[in-house]
């Protein structure tokens, strides 16, 4: 077995880092300086679009895209060491181009996409022009179950009228977002996954309202934001639908399996930083007369926490490579077996490294707290751990003794 890089990997990745240690980590304290600053929280710091520009200058842009006519062409695995860099960060991601739910949108619309949806939304998300966000989570149903949405997509004539009620649709507040893909149901009486479809929706359509802005364990995530939006009767074009009509979950399906192994590939990155943060503390703080390092319990949170990181890492390249091999139908095992490890493995080494801080970790001088709200909301934005554990438990249960 072996766990050493390609060389093509090993290129992209040196440049990744490198930019990184001299653009970008540098630059994080500038962002969030002119994002306070702002008449508006929801404005968009001018050091981002600047840091974008040098990113996509360098080529290091749409990275996550393994189709070469829109993106870089790399694997799931190859990919995967990247997404971690970029995981070190908040605002990384988003200066190449490799933010959610842009990259799961932009995936939808290259497998999915006709031509004309393509050139019109397509194009402007691959240059980083404008943003979208993705509406499929409802509050008065429980969305870890897709089947229950209620939103309604009617045909009438030439268009679709829908009418919905949704939130957390991440980005939606974001002033460069403009537009949705939206999840609703085309005919409640088909069989239970066909169902759903999923269309295209403008933001500044006449009837859609962002009602307000949601905040996570009190952080607005400003200037991307999570919105409560409702959809009244609101019209788009039959050219707006996705695929076909009925495609909405096995649209989904697809989405939910690149997509959202960036996220456990982005919380590896995270952790990382957040144990070169407990290291570093624990050197430099004093406590009864010696370093915190010194000190046998926090030894232990270190040791755990790298152990604990390693064995998640090998995870995600696992789930990578049998996405690779087999498809996402293949690696559902390995996804779903990730997309419970990678989350809490960070809130673990997060939360070790805030107790070594004491209270300057639950501060904004540091970014974990930020970090392990982050690695929180994923526990729910990813799918409830339960649904991933019963898809596990099935699995397995299926096995011939």
Request: charged share 25%.
């Amino acid at each position: 077995m072996d766990f050493s890089y390609s060389e093509k990997t090993s290129m992209w990745l040196d440049k990744l880092k490198a930019f990184m240690a001299e653009v970008v980590l540098p630059n994080e304290s500038t962002y969030y300086q002119q994002l306070k600053s702002a008449d508006s929280r929801f404005t968009i710091p001018p050091i981002m679009e600047e840091m974008k520009a040098l990113a996509r200058a360098e080529g290091l842009w749409n990275l996550f895209l393994p189709d070469e006519r829109f993106g870089a062409g790399l694997t799931n695995v190859e990919y995967a060491p990247l997404c971690e860099e970029m995981g070190r960060s908040e605002i990384a991601p988003e200066v190449f181009n490799c933010s959610a739910p842009d990259t799961g949108n932009m995936e939808v619309l290259a497998l999915y996409g006709t031509r004309e949806q393509q050139e019109q939304w397509l194009r402007p998300l691959l240059a980083g022009e404008i943003r979208s966000c993705f509406a499929m989570t409802e509050p008065g149903v429980a969305s870890s179950d897709a089947t229950n949405i209620e939103a309604s997509i009617v045909r009438d004539g030439d268009e679709y009228v829908i009418n919905a009620h949704k939130w957390w649709s991440s980005g939606a507040l974001d002033p460069r977002c403009k537009v949705a893909i939206l999840m609703g149901k085309t005919n409640p009486e088909a069989p239970r996954y066909e169902q759903q479809s999923m269309v295209l929706v403008p933001l500044d359509a006449p009837g859609v309202h962002v009602k307000r802005m949601l905040s996570v364990f009190g952080y607005d995530d400003a200037p991307h934001g999570h919105g409560e939006v409702t959809f009244n009767h609101v019209r788009v074009p039959l050219n707006s639908m996705i695929w076909a009509e009925g495609k909405g979950f096995a649209i989904a399906q697809g989405r939910l399996g690149p997509g959202r192994i960036h996220h456990c590939m982005r919380l590896v990155g995270a952790a990382e930083r957040a144990l070169d943060y407990m290291c570093e503390r624990a050197k430099a703080r004093v406590a009864f007369g010696h370093p915190l390092a010194h000190q046998g319990v926090i030894q232990s949170y270190i040791a755990d926490s790298r152990m604990d990181i390693e064995q998640a890492r090998l995870l995600v390249q696992k789930a990578a490579y049998r996405m690779d091999t087999v498809g996402n139908k293949g690696a559902q095992l390995e996804i779903a077996m990730i997309k419970v490890v990678a989350p809490n493995m960070a809130l673990r080494v997060i939360d070790r490294a805030i107790q070594v801080h004491g209270g300057a970790g639950v501060s904004e001088d540091f970014p974990l707290a930020k970090m392990w709200a982050n690695a929180r909301t994923l526990r729910l934005a990813d799918g409830p751990d339960e649904v991933h554990r019963r898809a596990v438990a099935r699995i397995e249960l299926q096995r011939e003794v």
